[in-house]
Structure formats: C-alpha cells, structure tokens
C-alpha cells in the first residue's frame, strides 16, 4: 500500500480495534503518511474502560522528535505516566508505579540501586545459563518437526532468564507468563474475556504478582542467596536498599518489560525469516559475522515496544508544533524505526543493515531500556540455537496477533522444520 492512498485525516490511532487490528501493511503506510505530513498529528485518548479521561496527545512519528524528547527528560517528563496512552487511576500506582514513571530524583536513585544487576559481569555469569535453557528448550521440540514458536521457543527464553534472576521457582513461571499475559494483553479479549472489568484485571494481576514478590523478599532476608531480589533487599548497595513496594512495581516492571519484549522479537524474528528467505540465506552463509546486525535488525522491524508517551513540563517545540505545559505525546518508535530520513529503503529487512540507528530500545536519556544488553544476548542465543540445529525453521501460517496498542505482539506462530534437526 503506498502513502498516497492514505489520507492521514482518515487515520485514528487511538481506535484500538479499528487501527491497531488493521495488516501491518496498514500500519506502516499510515506512518508512513503522518510522518509526511507536516506538523504533529493530534488525537484524543483511547477509550478505555479505566484511566482518567485526558486532554489528548501529539503523535511523534520521526526520529529525531524522538531522541530530542528523549533527550530532554526535564522538559518531556515520564512522571505523569509513560507506559501507556492514559493516565493511571491512584489504585493501579502502587503496582505500575515503577521507574518507567518517574522522573529525577526518584527514578536516578533507583536505576542506580538496580542497574548492579544488570553489568556486564553480571550478563557474562548469565551467559551460559541463557545458553544452556536456549539447548533445553529446542531439545523438547527438535524430535516433533512442529511446534508453536510463541509458547514452546520464544517465550520460554525470557522467561525462565528474568525468573532465575530473580530467583521465582520453577513452580512459579507458568504463572508470571499468565499475569504478565493479562498486563500486557488488556486490550485484547483473548487474555482479558470480561471486557466489563478490565480495569479489575488489571488490578488483580498487580496484585497477584505483588503477593508473589512480597513472600519471597520475606523468605530471602531470613535466607539471602545471590539471586536479585536478596540483594535489592536486603542490599547494601552503596548503603540503599528498596522498600518493599518499590520492589513490587520493579519486579512487575521487570517481568513484564523483560517478557514480552524478547518473546516477540524473537517471534517476529522467525517469520521474517519465513518470508525472506534470501535473508535466511545470508544469514546461514556467515552466522558469526551477520549475527550482530540480524540481532538488531530484528529489533527494528519487530519494535517490540509501539511507543512510550512523555508530558511536557515547560513549553517546547517539535517539528514546527509549540507544545504547551500539561501537553502529552507519544513517540511512537516503530514508526521512527521507518523513517526514510535515518534508514535506507526502511521497508527492507536486510540482516547485515549497517548503520542501523534504531531505538526500539528507546531514545538516549535515562530511560533507556535497562535490559538491552541482555535482551540482545537472548535473542542472539536463541537464533544461534536455531540456525544451527533447525535451520529451515519457517511459519506454516500467519502470525495470530495480539490487539494492543502498545505491544507489537504475536500470540501465535505455528512452525515446521526438519524432525530431528539436520546438521
Ligand atoms: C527486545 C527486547 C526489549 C525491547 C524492545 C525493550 C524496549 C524498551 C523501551 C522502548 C523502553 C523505554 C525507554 C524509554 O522510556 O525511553 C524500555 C525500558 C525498560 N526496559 Fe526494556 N526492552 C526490551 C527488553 C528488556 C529486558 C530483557 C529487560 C529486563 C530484563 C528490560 C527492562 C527494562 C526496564 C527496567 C526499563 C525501564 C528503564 C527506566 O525507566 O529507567 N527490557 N525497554
């Protein structure tokens, strides 16, 4: 679909199950044309069933409104809520209230506390276990010849990952994929069937996952191990610890940012595979040389995370528009992550892209996505595990997708590949 048969007046993109379901074709054509157009396209919020009504918000489509908003946290602030279109009813704030949603000083103090937990020297320790669970988890598969990519390979990465970080039992991770599962799937029926009570779901999920975290920091201060929530609790990490809320919202914070994101990266990443198979090609020809940049390509194309949303703290101006104290915008990284002025022919996926100035992890500033580095470990594990065991890997139907407007996620991906692997 090319840009001209788009009118951007006709484009809503707060119409959840209008836009948001339309093909992804769709999708990028309607950025395509708001990105054109000159100015800021405005909309009001999305209907949801919680959330105070607002005044609305400013659409940022190119790249470089992007990284300047990004850039200038005191002026595009994120304590009024940026991980979502709406603002937050108080009750949901002492789940969701993480440091996603704060500003200086607060979210400078806990990114220091929790980014030991995520050095290098910590990720390299992670390693080999994030190697060893890639092995586990196509050893159950490989002998079938067919699986669903979603549940049975991709998911499982992150999951059983973040969860030995934290130190949740196996016993436990079936239940944080369901709860992280209706956090990040409340616009879609499929997780949350009574549409009556999204916000009680909603709700309910922090809840469950705050019971979860709150038992087990009992158990670790009368029993530290290594795991991560031992040392942000009982932690003296230069002197500071979390309190016992601040260590639910992170966790919630952590379990589904750390989830949901690989999970479909790594989903999208075999059906792009799927319907380029010159890319594959490439790919197998020279794994450890074009691993690096397929790893981000996938990123960009994925772009997992659809946007993030910033209110303004003092006037400003983005692309000819004067933005107002109080204004919102959303800055829609899948939409930067296409802009012809950043990307040559951005509709191409193209594994050994170079340069790739994507930020599907975020724009520079101090949000920055906290596990990029081992997002990017995953996803490279997990691709090496599969290009080199089932290599001819490949969807057998179109991606089920899930209705947000913030995930770009995929419920469902059935694959085939060879029984047994081929060598
Ligand atoms: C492909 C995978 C991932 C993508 C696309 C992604 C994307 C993002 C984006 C767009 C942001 C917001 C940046 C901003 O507001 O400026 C973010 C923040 C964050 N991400 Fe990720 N993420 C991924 C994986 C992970 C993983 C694996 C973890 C942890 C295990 C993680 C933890 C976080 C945290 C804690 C934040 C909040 C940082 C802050 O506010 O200071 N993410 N991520």
Same mark, same amino acid.
């Not at 409104?65 to 940026?82: K, L, M, N, Q």
């Not at 709406?86 to 000083?105: A, H, K």
């Not at 906290?370 to 890997?393: N, S």
């Given at each position: 679909?090319?840009?001209?048969?788009?009118?951007?007046?006709?484009?809503?993109?707060?119409?959840?199950?209008?836009?948001?379901?339309?093909?992804?074709?769709?999708?990028?054509?309607?950025?395509?044309?708001?990105?054109?157009?000159?100015?800021?396209?405005?909309?009001?919020?999305?209907?949801?069933?919680?959330?105070?009504?607002?005044?609305?918000?400013? $659409? +940022? &489509?190119?790249?470089?409104?992007? #990284?300047?908003?990004?850039?200038?946290?005191? @002026?595009?602030? *994120? !304590? %009024?809520?940026?991980?979502?279109?709406?603002?937050?009813?108080?009750?949901?704030?002492?789940?969701?209230?993480?440091?996603?949603?704060?500003?200086?000083?607060?979210?400078?103090?806990?990114?220091?506390?929790?980014?030991?937990?995520?050095?290098?020297?910590?990720?390299? $320790? +992670? &390693?080999?276990?994030?190697?060893? #669970?890639?092995?586990?988890?196509?050893?159950? @598969?490989?002998? *079938? !010849? %067919?699986?669903?990519?979603?549940?049975?390979?991709?998911?499982?990465?992150?999951?059983?990952?973040?969860?030995?970080?934290?130190?949740?039992?196996?016993?436990?991770?079936?239940?944080?994929?369901?709860?992280?599962?209706?956090?990040?799937?409340?616009?879609?029926?499929?997780?949350?069937?009574?549409?009556?009570?999204?916000?009680?779901?909603?709700?309910?999920?922090?809840?469950?996952?705050?019971?979860?975290?709150?038992?087990?920091?009992?158990?670790?201060?009368?029993?530290?191990?290594?795991?991560?929530?031992?040392?942000?609790?009982?932690?003296?990490?230069?002197?500071?610890?979390?309190?016992?809320?601040?260590?639910?919202?992170?966790?919630?914070?952590?379990?589904?940012?750390?989830?949901?994101?690989?999970?479909?990266?790594?989903?999208?990443?075999?059906?792009?595979?799927?319907?380029?198979?010159?890319?594959?090609?490439?790919?197998?020809?020279?794994?450890?040389?074009?691993?690096?940049?397929?790893?981000?390509?996938?990123?960009?194309?994925?772009?997992?995370?659809?946007?993030?949303?910033?209110?303004?703290?003092?006037?400003?101006?983005?692309?000819?528009?004067?933005?107002?104290?109080?204004?919102?915008?959303?800055?829609?990284?899948?939409?930067?992550?296409?802009?012809?002025?950043?990307?040559?022919?951005?509709?191409?996926?193209?594994?050994?892209?170079?340069?790739?100035?994507?930020?599907?992890?975020?724009?520079?500033?101090?949000?920055?996505?906290?596990?990029?580095?081992?997002?990017?470990?995953?996803?490279?594990?997990?691709?090496?595990?599969?290009?080199?065991?089932?290599?001819?890997?490949?969807?057998?139907?179109?991606?089920?997708?899930?209705?947000?407007?913030?995930?770009?996620?995929?419920?469902?991906?059935?694959?085939?590949?060879?029984?047994?692997?081929?060598?």
């Amino acid at each position: 679909m090319s840009t001209d048969e788009l009118d951007p007046a006709g484009i809503d993109l707060s119409d959840i199950n209008g836009f948001w379901s339309r093909p992804i074709e769709y999708r990028h054509a309607a950025f395509d044309a708001l990105r054109a157009r000159p100015g800021l396209p405005f909309y009001a919020e999305p209907d949801f069933s919680f959330g105070q009504p607002g005044p609305g918000y400013y $659409a +940022l &489509t190119r790249l470089d409104d992007i #990284v300047t908003a990004s850039r200038t946290p005191a @002026v595009y602030i *994120s !304590g %009024e809520g940026a991980a979502g279109a709406v603002d937050f009813p108080v009750e949901l704030r002492e789940f969701y209230g993480s440091m996603i949603n704060m500003d200086d000083p607060r979210h400078g103090r806990l990114r220091r506390i929790v980014s030991r937990g995520f050095t290098p020297k910590m990720l390299d $320790a +992670l &390693t080999d276990n994030v190697s060893q #669970v890639a092995t586990r988890i196509v050893d159950e @598969v490989i002998e *079938s !010849g %067919e699986c669903d990519a979603v549940a049975d390979l991709a998911a499982k990465l992150p999951l059983t990952i973040i969860c030995d970080m934290m130190g949740i039992p196996a016993s436990q991770h079936r239940f944080v994929f369901d709860t992280t599962n209706v956090i990040l799937g409340t616009q879609d029926p499929e997780y949350v069937p009574d549409r009556s009570n999204i916000f009680q779901a909603f709700l309910d999920a922090g809840q469950d996952m705050a019971n979860l975290v709150r038992e087990l920091a009992k158990l670790r201060a009368e029993h530290p191990t290594d795991d991560l929530i031992s040392k942000l609790t009982n932690a003296e990490i230069d002197g500071e610890s979390l309190t016992p809320d601040e260590l639910a919202s992170f966790f919630i914070l952590l379990v589904a940012a750390g989830n949901e994101t690989t999970r479909n990266a790594i989903s999208w990443g075999i059906d792009l595979l799927t319907k380029n198979p010159e890319q594959r090609t490439a790919w197998l020809a020279d794994l450890d040389g074009v691993t690096p940049t397929a790893v981000e390509e996938i990123v960009r194309w994925a772009s997992p995370v659809i946007f993030m949303r910033r209110v303004l703290a003092e006037p400003a101006e983005l692309s000819g528009q004067r933005l107002e104290p109080g204004d919102r915008v959303l800055m829609f990284y899948w939409a930067a992550n296409r802009d012809p002025a950043h990307f040559e022919h951005p509709e191409r996926f193209d594994v050994r892209r170079s340069p790739n100035p994507h930020i599907g992890f975020g724009g520079p500033g101090p949000h920055f996505c906290l596990g990029a580095h081992l997002a990017r470990r995953e996803i490279t594990v997990m691709f090496r595990e599969l290009l080199t065991r089932i290599p001819d890997i490949h969807a057998t139907a179109e991606p089920a997708r899930l209705s947000s407007q913030f995930i770009n996620g995929i419920k469902r991906l059935p694959v085939a590949f060879t029984p047994g692997g081929t060598m």
